[in-house]
């Protein structure tokens, strides 16, 4: 399972970072399923939602996003980087409206609940996405080494105040107990990793047969299934859906719907 821990032996900040990317990620695939249903005003959803916005708030903002406001965006502006109209004052300007659409979340209408949980999710991966692609290539050109590990030592400190004793296994757990609820709730759960490769592909395709139209199931897997994708498009083009929830780099997981 991928660590859940803002900290982690990694060479550059940047890198940590980017694993902890990987982390949100997974939640951010769990609150893109829950949207719909607490639009809907599903019973029994809100308290799901409330765990995960808990998570938001705690592992994404006051951890991950403390470690940029606070040391790895001051860095870049020491080494020219400008925050009006730069890279930077965009990521600060997104972080303040994700906390925005998180208290949003937690409000009593459905509707602007659910409306809220479906932006910060595309909020979210666009985020990363720039900061992954732009931002983080910019730090890893302009900073020297010993500024690297100067944050890494700043980040360090960021989880000792803001996390503490035991409370990275607790989020770690609770994110794990929310992927099972959530695909138990949506479908069934396919780990094929002790499966015979020869065994994987027709059982999976067995397991989509027979769902109904709007149905999924959550396929578990050791490698990246890309091939198992073309074989889905060549022979059920149309017919299918795929997400994936989770990508390395030990465990995947990709929910395949059928349409």
């Known amino acids: 399972m991928t660590e859940l821990h803002c900290h982690h032996a990694t060479a550059t900040p940047t890198a940590a ?14 609150l893109e399923r829950l949207a719909p249903q607490v639009a809907a005003g599903a019973p029994g959803v809100r308290p799901t939602l409330g765990r995960l916005v808990e998570f938001f708030q ?3 903002d006051r951890c991950h996003h403390a470690k940029e ?11 020219g980087i400008p925050r ?3 890279p930077v004052g965009v990521m600060l300007a997104e972080h303040e409206e994700g906390r925005r659409l998180l208290a949003a979340m937690t409000g009593d209408d459905a509707a602007a609940a659910g409306e809220a949980a479906r932006a910060y999710a595309a909020l979210l991966r666009g985020h990363i996405d720039k900061e992954n692609s732009v931002l ?17 030592r700043a980040f360090e400190a960021i989880e000792d105040a803001v996390a503490g004793p035991g409370v990275h296994e607790r989020l770690l757990a609770e994110l794990a107990a929310l992927e099972r609820e959530v695909s138990d709730g949506a479908g069934r759960v396919l780990d094929v990793r002790a499966m015979a490769p020869r065994d994987r592909h027709p059982r999976i395709f067995e ?19 890309r091939p198992l994708y073309y ?9 299918f859906t795929w997400r994936y929830l989770e990508q390395g780099p030990e465990v995947w997981r990709v929910e395949i719907g059928r349409a």
């Open 17 to 30: 970072l980017r694993h902890e990317h990987e982390v949100i990620l997974r939640a951010v695939g769990l």
């Open 69 to 79: 406001e606070q040391h790895l965006f001051p860095a870049l502006e020491r080494r």
């Open 58 to 60: 705690t592992f994404a």
């Open 231 to 239: 074989q889905f498009a060549a022979e059920r083009a149309g017919a």
């Open 207 to 225: 397991t989509f047969d027979a769902l109904k139209s709007g149905e999924a199931f959550v396929l578990v897997n050791d490698h990246d299934p």
């Open 136 to 152: 983080f290539p910019m730090a890893e050109h302009v900073l020297a080494d010993e500024e690297q590990q100067a944050l890494l």
């Open 84 to 86: 009006d109209g730069g």
